[in-house]
Structures are given as structure tokens and as C-alpha cells.
């Protein structure tokens, strides 16, 4: 495929002029594409939130290193500054499905605003979708209906909490789908589970955390082709813990046992974990376990 441009769009106003939809309100829009006019797909960045509701199968989606064949019924959620297009060889498309998008002025002094980065499917790669059954479709279109309906009003005082209200809903009702699909793909979870646990006993016993130093979220996210994120609520979703958590306590786990060899000094042990720092080791294992090494070696 050639390289394309890639399209900017900063704000709602521009995406709503290129789909010939009618601008409400300049911050936000709920958009049925079915209603708008065929448009060549392109590599684009947006400057607000969007959220697409693909209703039918439209093509190879590219987004972050990974594409994705839409399904029926998907949820694809892009922050803004994250480039994402459609490759169809530049022909023109009817394009099918919603979206709502909202420029981030809009949630500015809100409770969502200050809440929005808790929403980490935003940074979730493409081939992470949200993939709803027929009932979560119709609550989301439910949830669109409101958005849209509350545009239709005059703008008054009351316009921008109630408008911000209901895409917080929204974002809820995603968060707890997400949470259904996280289960419903426990057999795949636990395989991502084992394959971080292999990964990173591997990475212990290398030279890597010598070279490298200590063993980081993304670099096991980026082995299993999955977004932080994504990986990260994974590990918290089956284990009840962060994966930096799981981390620290196989890295003490290892150091429990490395403490007792007469060969190595507290220095070398950290060093060998990936610790810059023996202090930054030290403080690691006495908030983990209790007690310094060098006590914990005295006491055992």
C-alpha cells in the first residue's frame, strides 16, 4: 500500500463539513453515517474523542501497527491525536454505522473531565475493539439517541452538564461491556497470563535486565501485540493486581531466593534484577516484604 497523507481534523465542525452533517454544537456531535455523503477513506488524526459504531463489514481498518476487519455491531474508540484510516485503495464509500465525537473543551471544569483518562480504552490499539451483543447495541444507540436529542435543544445553562452527563453514561456502560468481554474471553485472558509469566521468568534469567534494566510494562505488552493498557487490564481483570505489580513480586520472589547465595552481595543481586540502584532494590523489598535483605537474610 502507498503511503498517504495523513488528514487533520481539529475539530468537530471540520469532520461534520467533510460528512456533510450539520453542526449543532461545535463541540460535539453524534454522527449516522448512513445519512452522510460517500467519502474516500484516508489516514486521519482527529483533535477531539471519537467513537465508531460499525454496523456492517467496511473495509481494512488501519490503526497504531495493527489492522482490523470491522465486524458487525463493533466499538472502536480513538483519543485525540491517534492516527487511524481506512485502506480501500482511495475509492469512494457509503460509509455505514454511528459515532459520537467530542472535542475535549467540552468536559473542561467536569467531573468527566478529570475522569477521562480512567476510560483506558481510548489507548486500546484496533484489534482491541469493544464487540457488543444485540442488547448492548441497542443501550449504546439508546445512549447516542439521548446525546443527540439534547443537541436538537436550544444551548441554555443546563446544556453542556446534561450533554456531558450523558456520554459519561455512555463511557460507563462501555466500561462495563468491556468488563463482560474481558470475561467471556477468560480461555484467551489466561493464555495472555501465561505467556506474560514465561515472558518474563525468561527476561529474569537473561542478561537483558543487566543490559536493559528493570523489566517494564510496555516491553511484555509490545512481545504479546497487545496496547498497554489493554494488557494492563487484563492482568488486574484475572489476577486482582497491575502488571507492574505482578512484576515487583516475581522480581522479590527471585531476590528471595538469590540472597542466600554467598557469592553475591545485596549490590549484585540488584544490579543483576535490573535496579540502577541497589537503594531503589532496597526500598522495593522492605515495602514488599517487611524487612531490608540483609535482615531478611538474618532472620532465615
Known sequence: MENQEVEIYKSVSEYNKLLNHETM??????????????ICQFKRTFGFYTVFLKDV?????????????????TLVFIAPGQEYGL?????????????????P???KGTNLGKNIKDY???SYEVHEALHLSEKEREIILECFKNIKLELEQSIDKHSKSLIVNN????LNYCMRFYDRQFITRDHINQGVIGKFENLLDEYLKSDKPKNFGFPMVN????KLNLSANYFGDIIKKELGISAQEFIHNKLIDVAKEQIFNPEKSIGEISYDLGFK?????TRLFKTKVGVSPSEYKTLN
Open 219 to 222: 516491553y511484555f505488552a509490545e
Open 25 to 38: 454544537h461545535p463541540l460535539v456531535s453524534v454522527i449516522d453515517f448512513s445519512k452522510s455523503d460517500p
Open 57 to 73: 463489514m467496511c473495509g481494512d481498518m488501519q490503526y497504531g501497527k495493527h489492522s482490523y476487519d470491522y465486524q458487525e455491531g
Open 87 to 103: 485502506n480501500n485503495a482511495g475509492n469512494y464509500i457509503q460509509p455505514a454505522g454511528f459515532a459520537l465525537v467530542f472535542h
Open 120 to 122: 483506558n480504552f481510548f
Open 105 to 107: 473543551d467540552l468536559l
Open 277 to 281: 540502584y541497589p537503594q531503589h532494590f
Open 167 to 170: 456520554i459519561e453514561l455512555f
